[in-house]
């Protein structure tokens, strides 16, 4: 249960920039006339940037961040495993709807 | 063997070698004080120890397990780095039962300095409030050892007061190694003082060893 909710938290972080992001960019498809917004658009753009904003976030903005996680049993690349792996989860999702 | 044991530690910045020489044990049941000048690699130490810095070269062994990464620390060691640590994000309650187990998280919600904080998000407070709230939830941890860098550091001497308590309190039960440049505090509560200078370390058993090795100068108590 320790690990989900330390998952939840991490991730937490990532999701709303990421989706913000990739949901402009959908929104992109409908400028040339007659496009339509693209799900497909959102959710190849919301795998790229989510890796984006993990590594502003986690190594640029608050590297010291990573203590809360690795004092919880992660280690820094465990947590780049998760990123791509709920990523790639929410992607597709995205991308199949 | 209830011990953590560190030695052959090498370690090197860019050419300049930071850590040669060093050995430490700590047993549970124990406070051990680490001083040294600003840069001697006092953190650096730490951070090998607890597994998130790379050595050139280490041995630590916590009770019979040898520890070669975060990997290996789990439940074993907690560490509390010098700046602030914690997610702005999330509140200080749902921190509390994350870092301890049952009994520690009813023993610290109940606790006077930490009630006020318990609905708020860590973004909500002070760095001293902060600060406190780190050292706290560091100590109350499920680890057998815990490394503690700066504790006293942006926190008023009322509170340093609690922390040093508090550390005494559950140096019962599990090892302590600490580092601060208060070092007034640090002689307070350990009962090992360790000094690294020139990259090695050096056991103290007085003041005067201070004073000798250059750490304070001489007129200073």
């Not at chain 2, 560190?6 to 700590?26: E, H």
């Not at chain 2, 550091?153 to 440049?181: C, M, Q, W």
């Not at chain 2, 350990?190 to 000798?212: M, N, P, Q, S, Y």
Request: a positive charge.
């Amino acid at each position: 249960m320790r690990q989900i909710i330390s998952t939840i938290i991490f991730y937490k972080r990532l999701v709303i920039p990421a989706l913000i992001v990739s949901i402009a960019f959908g929104f992109l498809g409908m400028i040339p006339p007659g496009g339509n917004f693209s799900l497909k658009t959102v959710g190849f753009s919301y795998f790229l940037n989510s890796i984006l904003f993990h590594y502003l976030i986690y190594e640029i903005r608050h590297p010291e961040e990573y203590y809360f996680y690795y004092n919880l049993g992660f280690n820094k690349l465990e947590l780049w495993g998760i990123n791509l792996f709920i990523s790639f989860v929410l992607s597709l999702i995205f991308i199949i709807a | 063997m209830n011990e953590l044991h560190v030695d052959s530690v090498m370690k090197s910045f860019g050419g300049r070698q930071v850590l040669t020489d060093v050995f430490l044990s700590c047993s549970r049941g124990e406070i051990i004080g680490i001083l040294g000048k600003n840069g001697a690699g006092k953190s650096t130490l730490m951070k090998i120890i607890f597994g998130s810095m790379q050595a050139d070269q280490k041995f630590v062994r916590i009770e019979n397990k040898i520890i070669k990464g975060l990997r290996d620390n789990q439940n074993l060691v907690s560490y509390l780095p010098q700046n602030h640590f914690l997610p702005n994000h999330v509140k200080v309650s749902t921190i509390i039962s994350l870092f301890c187990n049952k009994a520690n998280a009813s023993l610290l919600k109940t606790n006077d300095l930490i009630r006020p904080m318990l609905d708020k998000k860590t973004g909500q407070l002070s760095a001293g409030e902060k600060r406190i709230l780190e050292v706290f939830l560091i100590i109350h941890s499920d680890a057998k050892y815990t490394l503690i860098d700066e504790p006293f550091n942006g926190v008023s001497p009322i509170y340093k007061e609690a922390i040093k308590n508090l550390i005494k309190e559950h140096s019962k039960r599990k090892g302590f190694i600490i580092t601060d440049h208060d070092y007034r505090n640090v002689l307070d509560i350990a009962d090992r003082i360790i000094l690294i200078h020139d990259g090695g370390t050096k056991e103290i058993h007085e003041k005067e060893g201070l004073k000798f090795w250059g750490y304070i100068s001489e007129n200073q108590e």
